[in-house]
C-alpha cells in the first residue's frame, strides 16, 4: 500500500479541517476498531481501494477507540450513525455515499468515486 495515501485523524480538529476542505475535493474518512474482527476484513478492502486511488487523492482513518471523539465528530459533522467498519465520501461538508461492515467493498467503493470524484 502506498503510505502516503492514508492519512490518520486524530482530534476534532483534524475532522473539523477535512469537512471544510471538502468543498474543495472528495474527502474519504474510513473508521476502523482494531478490536473488530470486521474491521479486519474491511481494512483488506480499503487497501485495495487506495491503490486504486489517483495520487493525489488520500483516505483520512480515525481509529473509533483511540480517537474516540473524533470518531464522534465526524459522526455529528456527515449525519451518519457510528458504525465500525465504516466508509464515508464528503463532499461540500456533505455525506454523499457510506458503507458499513460487510458492505465495505472494494469494487463498490471505486465504483462510487468514479461518480463522485472530480479528480
Known amino acids: 500500500m502506498n503510505n502516503k495515501a492514508m492519512t490518520f485523524i486524530h482530534s476534532v480538529a483534524d475532522a473539523d479541517t477535512l469537512f471544510q476542505n471538502s468543498d474543495q475535493n472528495l474527502t474519504i474518512i474510513y473508521k476502523h476498531s482494531p478490536i473488530c474482527d470486521l474491521s479486519a476484513m474491511a481494512i ?22 483511540s480517537d474516540r471523539t473524533a470518531s464522534q465528530r465526524i459522526e455529528a459533522l456527515s449525519g451518519i450513525r457510528h458504525e465500525s467498519p465504516q466508509i464515508l465520501f464528503i463532499q461540500n461538508g456533505k455525506c454523499v455515499y457510506h458503507a458499513n461492515h460487510r458492505k465495505i467493498r472494494n469494487a463498490e467503493l471505486v465504483q462510487n468515486f468514479k461518480t463522485w470524484a472530480t479528480v
Not at 481501494?49 to 483516505?59: K, N
Open 44 to 65: 483488506d478492502e480499503v487497501y485495495a481501494f487506495v491503490e486504486s486511488l489517483p495520487d493525489t487523492m488520500s483516505i483520512h482513518q480515525v481509529d473509533v477507540i
